[in-house]
Structures are given as C-alpha cells and as structure tokens.
C-alpha cells in the first residue's frame, strides 16, 4: 500500500520559517518524483515546487521561487520543502503528492499519489 504523508505546518508569523515533511512509502521512491501543492480557501490547487528522485531536477513556482527549497534524503524516503519568508499569501493546506519521473510537475491530475494535506498559516 502507497503512503504519503506530510508533517510540519503550523501557524507562523509573517517574515517566518517552516519546514514541510513528505514522507513516502510503497512506492519506488527512487523512480518518482514528489510535488508540492497549495489550495487555499476558494482558490485552485497551484504547483509550488517539485523535485525528480531520479535526477534531483527542481522546480518552483514564481511566486515561491528564492523562498523555498525543495530536497530530499532518498536514504529516508523523506522530500522537504524549507519555506522562509513567508508571507499571508502563502496561507494555505499544502498537499505532497507523487509521480512517475517525466510528467508534468504543475499539472495535479498527472500525480498519482496524495497526502492529506498539512495547514500553513501566516498571520500579518
């Protein structure tokens, strides 16, 4: 059975950091990549950041892009994404999920595999 789970939101002052877990199993962790998804109250859900465990290829959001850092410690099957600066607008459930190496990392529908989602709150 294929699990992902992500850990790490709370609620932080603005300027803040926060550090999100994702940690995958049975799957071929090596033979994926994991994504970053935020959806906010009344908004669509919107890519932010992805990595290939294949290749470690990264990729980011602009509205995320020099704030966050996506990595990953594949000895752990463990992906993390580093939020700093964080602004109100960042305020919203942030999902990882998983997908074969080579979709298209902003495109939901082309991950198979979904967390439960972990709430980040920024207050002003």
């Known amino acids: 059975e294929v699990q992902v789970v992500e850990s790490g939101g709370g609620l932080v002052q603005a300027g803040g950091s926060l550090r999100l877990s994702c940690a995958a199993s049975?799957?071929?962790?090596?033979?994926?990549?994991i994504g970053w998804f935020r959806q906010a109250p009344g908004k669509e859900r919107e890519g932010v950041s992805c990595?290939?465990?294949?290749?470690?290829?990264?990729y980011y959001s602009d509205s995320v892009k020099g704030r966050f850092t996506i990595s990953s410690d594949n000895a752990k099957n463990t992906v993390y994404l580093q939020m700093i600066s964080l602004k109100p607008e960042d305020t919203a459930v942030y999902y990882c999920?998983?997908?074969?190496?080579?979709?298209?990392?902003?495109?939901?529908?082309?991950?198979?595999?979904w967390g439960q989602g972990t709430q980040v709150t920024v207050s002003s």
């Open positions: 990595i290939s465990l294949v290749d470690e290829s990264t």
């Open positions: 049975g799957l071929p962790f090596d033979d994926y990549a």
């Open positions: 999920a998983a997908a074969p190496h080579g979709r298209n990392w902003y495109d939901y529908s082309d991950y198979d595999y």
